[in-house]
């Protein structure tokens, strides 16, 4: 079975900091990964997502993931934290096999300090 | 037009009632999704629903009973609830990823459910 770990329920960074929320995943056969961002009282957006080719993914709002193969790993960057960043974010994955289910992490708290 | 639409935004049921979720977009999507969300905890999946057809079923209790008339609306219906099942009740609606193409899970806003 799948699982995905985020290192750090709760991350804060300075505004214009680097921003970095680790993802960790264990599958057999690399999974497709995403991250979302979900802002207090809302939905979840999708940010980025690795499915296959080019390992380093680029997303919305300057945020960009690079998937390791050989780490297991899916880290979530942006070089420069903005206040309107501080929301909670979660790393997932899916099956390559056609299942749609996606399988949540536990999620990252960010805050920004002006 | 990437949105998902869900009503009510909140909800307050007593454990005797009877009441429903709705959900619907207009992008097409042929599978749509429920999701529950805990407070300070990630989404879980409950249905899946494929071109109208109940497709994945996470062992959920039949306390909630999904159903999807139309390939554009998702209903959520809810009878004899416990305070446990209080939670943010998320709709997501993507193209079923068959063949190469993995599609986005695009999700609604969210239903606030209170169980009193």
């Known amino acids: 079975a799948q699982s995905v770990t985020q290192l750090g329920s709760h991350v804060s ?14 599958s057999s056969v690399p999974p497709y990964l995403f991250w979302y961002v979900q802002y207090p009282n809302q939905g979840l957006q999708l940010l980025l997502k690795y499915t296959t080719g080019a390992t ?31 929301a909670e974010y979660f790393c997932a994955v899916m099956t390559r096999e056609g299942a749609q289910k996606l399988v949540f992490g536990q999620g990252t708290r960010l805050t920004i300090n002006p | 037009d990437t949105e998902v639409t869900q009503t009510p935004k909140h909800l307050v049921m007593g454990m005797t009632n009877k009441k429903s979720l709705k959900c619907e977009q207009h992008m097409g999507h042929r599978a749509m999704y429920w999701y529950k969300q805990k407070a300070k905890k990630p989404p879980e999946l409950m249905f899946v629903y494929s071109y109208e057809k109940l497709s994945i079923n996470e062992s959920v209790p039949s306390r909630f009973s999904p159903e999807c008339p139309n390939s554009s609306l998702l209903n959520l219906h809810l009878h004899a609830l416990q305070p ?3 939670a943010l009740y998320l709709c997501a609606s993507s193209q079923p990823p068959w063949g190469p193409n993995l599609e986005t899970q695009y999700f609604g806003p969210g239903t606030r459910l209170l169980v009193l």
């Open chain 1, 13 to 26: 960074v300075s505004e214009g900091a680097l921003v970095l929320l680790r993802c960790n995943y264990s």
């Open chain 1, 56 to 86: 380093l993914v680029k997303g919305i709002n300057g945020f960009e993931a690079e998937f390791k193969k050989s780490e297991t790993s899916f880290h979530l960057t942006k070089p420069s934290a903005h206040m309107s960043d501080a």
């Open chain 2, 84 to 86: 446990e099942d209080s």
